[in-house]
């Protein structure tokens, strides 16, 4: 691995493995930059190291050997808070084609602004009362991930969230982490919840309905953001149901 980019906010050092989707990454995290120091109202960011590997395997014995235990199965991204490090992995295997898959190889792109947006919120505001489903949900939608999905590609997503889907009671209660965690309180586990899918739609619903302005004053509030955790799967889950007309369809196809 060698350094591949550095400037006086970050450094991203990789394999040249990843060389043919780097530059995007690259030109995406610089965008996305200018608009976390409006967000954040600093002059500069914190300067942050991007590692990315190239191999699921060499990612998870990484992540062993820092943490001393097992990574989340889904796991491919971590952060070492004392380096101010994301430690991340890109499969070029797995990576959609650009011309084909245009959405797809885009979530890839934004890889470095959603790792680094979590840590600048972190760093700027909530310190360690972090609150997971607001900050994954933050973090997909203010990283431009899945800023190129049409409506009709916003409502397949939802579709299939929702035929998996087993009630939650309060999104707050939801933490990450591998399968010492019980299925009552796991954040995101196959067959269990989904709560990156949920916890994008519960962000996207509250600016549906109150705006983006509403939505960057409202993530500088904690206890607001609780108060909407009580409820907002059961809001957002109706909302789109509505909006989408997910009932009349299956009525639809029923006849």
């Not at 995007?24 to 608009?35: A, R």
């Not at 019980?182 to 954040?187: G, K, N, Q």
């Amino acid at each position: 691995m060698e350094k591949i980019f550095e400037n006086e906010e970050m450094e991203i050092i990789s394999e040249h493995s990843l060389d043919f989707i780097l530059d995007d990454i690259i030109e995406h995290t610089l965008k996305k930059y200018n608009f976390y120091r409006k967000l954040f109202n600093v002059d500069k960011l914190d300067k942050l190291t991007f590692v990315v590997f190239d191999d699921i395997e060499k990612f998870r014995d990484n992540y062993r050997n820092f943490f001393k235990f097992e990574p989340p199965s889904y796991s491919a991204g971590y952060w070492n808070d004392i380096g101010s490090k994301s430690v991340t992995c890109l499969e070029p295997n797995n990576i959609p084609n650009k011309d084909k898959y245009p959405n797809s190889y885009h979530r890839k792109v934004a890889m470095n602004a959603h790792e680094s947006f979590h840590f600048y919120y972190k760093k700027y505001y909530y310190g360690n009362n972090r609150i997971v489903w607001f900050d994954e949900g933050l973090a997909q939608y203010i990283s431009g991930e899945l800023e190129k999905f049409s409506e009709e590609a916003h409502k397949k997503k939802f579709n299939k969230f929702l035929d998996n889907y087993k009630p939650v009671n309060n999104i707050n209660d939801r933490i990450q982490g591998n399968t010492s965690v019980p299925d009552e309180l796991i954040f995101q586990r196959d067959g269990v919840f989904e709560g990156y899918t949920a916890s994008y739609f519960c962000i996207k619903y509250l600016v549906d309905i109150l705006g983006e302005d509403y939505l960057y004053k409202l993530m500088f509030n904690n206890d607001e953001i609780l108060k909407y955790g009580e409820t907002i799967l059961d809001d957002m889950i109706s909302y789109y149901k509505n909006k989408y007309k997910i009932e009349e369809d299956n009525q639809i196809k029923n006849r």
